[in-house]
């Protein structure tokens, strides 16, 4: 359809075509397909839904932004007559490519870490807007022409604020600001000029912080961008700054070094996201998640990827919690630590951890005859919808891992089943970091122990803590040198009754009579929630990475009850109730305007 501006139809096709692009960017880099969360509880149920719906007219307003309560995005419309100096138009949201990639990315994020919306520390949606605006800013580096375009423009240059660095340049343009509405490269611009480096601790306001964990990105795949050129530039004779025009044929070559990289680069960051903790998230902790899959994945770095990454993010100030140094070798995630567990280290040896759950799993969709899917009765074949099956697969998955971890043990050596309180499942939650036979807070909810985790049922007898299985995908990556890597990654996540007063918390963990009473059962200020993301290795069952987050960590339940008194962001969402259900809504239009 020709481009028009004034056709509703050319807004549909825009909209359709920009979020499928970004959808195979994600897929290419996870290895598997992109689901949608369903709104309410995760863990509960089907988690997915099977399509994200796109409004390209939602909102007569200067906004867009990603619903998970409608598992939408909607896009906003307006005429820059509205904004005080400025000519009349209209202005289409869902016409900029920047702000549609950045609120699929959005609900793509949503879709892999259900608790990323959740405000339990500064860095939580400051960490989706900032990586929403990553995959706008690297998805520029895939149409040809404009790279070249400025590429010759800066002189092969990307450390200068141009049209590859801007994010929603119309909108930033119709709402009165001067150029764009955010630039990835401020504050790098502004370090270049002599300026001070600012650091993360200065800012709260989440566009603002998520500034920083784009510039440290940007500023790494610039560096990278300068070593893979640099050859280029010596034999060319051209040298920067010179003030002579760069040749095309160089300018093409330079054009391509940056598409590639940036597509690296992006691959690097989506990779990421599997390597997290499922609970409570920092920006430090996205560093060691990407540096140990780019590691897991690729284990030779000869360009120094992450010597970048890790550098940049060491310049901005960005904390990252448990580590000594940003040596990419101490930012790795360990491999799971079985000292002090006798029976799961020989389980381990003897068995693999894994290897009773492994079993029981889905691995892909088989077409064997034992569903529509392969059978005779699915007669329309052009109407099979394979990512339900996929999701149906994932819910098998997370019901059978959870009945897993819900049995009890047996001794590795004996077979047999030791009776009373069984010391190889509380090794397990030690490993795991919740709670799954000791039954010490009075805040963590019991389940009856039925085969389904989204059972309602509740019985006085059980004694088990509550917990949810609240993913479980395979992923089938694929190196840049053909090396391929099959995995299972599932998160084991829980959560705690948690109150702004540290009296009534300690009074709450211990009133075990109250639990029993449903208004003292669902009584508190916010939710505490602690977990693990759990990653194994398919090629030989072996459990390569065990991340958590302990549901007794009272040094982060204090953190987290700081952040939601003292914090206008934690106080805005407290104010609003316990479950706000437009976040990025809320943050959006506190921000006073909009780019994502």
Not at 231 to 245: E, H, I, K, V
Not at 340 to 362: I, S, Y
Request: neutral net charge; charged residues 25%.
């Amino acid at each position: 359809m020709p481009q028009a501006e004034g056709r509703p139809q050319f807004h549909q096709q825009m909209v359709f075509a920009v979020a499928m692009k970004t959808i195979r960017a994600f897929e290419r880099a996870l290895g598997r397909a992109v689901l949608w969360a369903r709104p309410g509880k995760p863990g509960v149920g089907s988690g997915y839904v099977k399509r994200l719906r796109i409004y390209p007219h939602a909102l007569r307003e200067a906004n867009a932004y990603y619903s998970p309560d409608k598992t939408a995005l909607l896009f906003g419309y307006f005429k820059s007559d509205e904004v005080a100096g400025r000519d009349s138009e209209w202005v289409f949201t869902c016409l900029s490519h920047d702000i549609v990639a950045h609120e699929t990315a959005h609900a793509i994020l949503h879709g892999l870490q259900s608790r990323t919306i959740d405000a339990s520390n500064p860095d939580m949606l400051a960490f989706h807007e900032g990586f929403a605006d990553i995959v706008a800013l690297f998805q520029h580096f895939t149409m040809t022409e404009v790279v070249e375009q400025e590429i010759a423009a800066s002189a092969g240059s990307l450390r200068t604020s141009g049209l590859l660095t801007g994010i929603a340049a119309q909108f930033g343009h119709a709402t009165g600001r001067s150029g764009a509405l955010r630039y990835a490269l401020q504050l790098i611009a502004e370090e270049a000029t002599g300026g001070s480096v600012h650091k993360l601790e200065d800012v709260s306001e989440p566009h603002a912080r998520g500034q920083f964990l784009v510039a440290a990105i940007f500023d790494a795949f610039v560096t990278i961008y300068e070593r893979r050129t640099a050859d280029l530039l010596r034999l060319a004779g051209y040298r920067p700054g010179s003030g002579t025009p760069l040749p095309i044929e160089l300018t093409r070559r330079l054009a391509r070094e940056a598409a590639k990289t940036a597509d690296q680069m992006l691959r690097m960051c989506v990779r990421g996201l599997d390597y997290m903790p499922p609970v409570d998230n920092s920006f430090g902790e996205y560093l060691r998640a990407i540096i140990t899959a780019d590691a897991d994945l690729v284990p030779d770095d000869p360009l120094g990827y992450r010597v970048a990454f890790a550098d940049a993010f060491r310049k901005r100030g960005i904390p990252v919690p448990g580590c000594i140094s940003y040596a990419p070798a101490s930012l790795m995630w360990d491999e799971p630590d079985l000292t002090g567990h006798k029976h799961l280290a020989t389980e381990n040896r003897v068995n693999g951890l894994m290897q009773g759950a492994l079993a029981g799993l889905q691995f892909g969709i088989t077409f064997d005859g034992n569903d529509h899917y392969g059978s005779s009765l699915s007669r329309n074949v052009e109407r099979r919808n394979l990512r339900e099956k996929a999701i149906d697969i994932i819910n098998h998955n997370q019901k059978w891992l959870w009945q897993w971890l819900n049995q009890s043990s047996a001794d590795p050596e004996t077979g047999v089943v030791p009776t009373g309180v069984n010391p190889i499942d509380k090794e397990w939650e030690d490993l795991l970091g919740i709670r799954m036979v000791t039954d010490d807070y009075a805040t963590i909810a019991l389940h009856d122990g039925s085969s389904d985790p989204g059972d309602a049922k509740k019985s006085k007898k059980s004694r088990k803590p509550d917990f949810a299985v609240n993913t479980a995908r395979i992923a089938r990556r694929q190196g840049p040198d053909g090396q391929e890597l099959h995995q299972l990654i599932f998160h084991v996540t829980q959560r705690r009754r948690a109150f702004y007063d540290a009296k009534q918390q300690q009074q709450a963990d211990t009133d075990f009579d109250a639990r029993a009473l449903k208004d003292s059962s669902e009584k508190r200020d916010f939710w505490f929630r602690g977990g693990a993301t759990v990653i194994v290795d398919l090629r030989d069952g072996r459990v390569r990475r065990i991340i958590r987050k302990r549901i007794d960590d009272s040094v982060r339940l204090e953190q987290q009850r700081a952040f939601h008194t003292g914090s206008p962001l934690g106080m805005a969402f407290a104010r609003r109730g316990h479950d706000v259900t437009e976040p990025f809504a809320l943050v959006h239009r506190d921000d006073g305007a909009h780019n994502g």
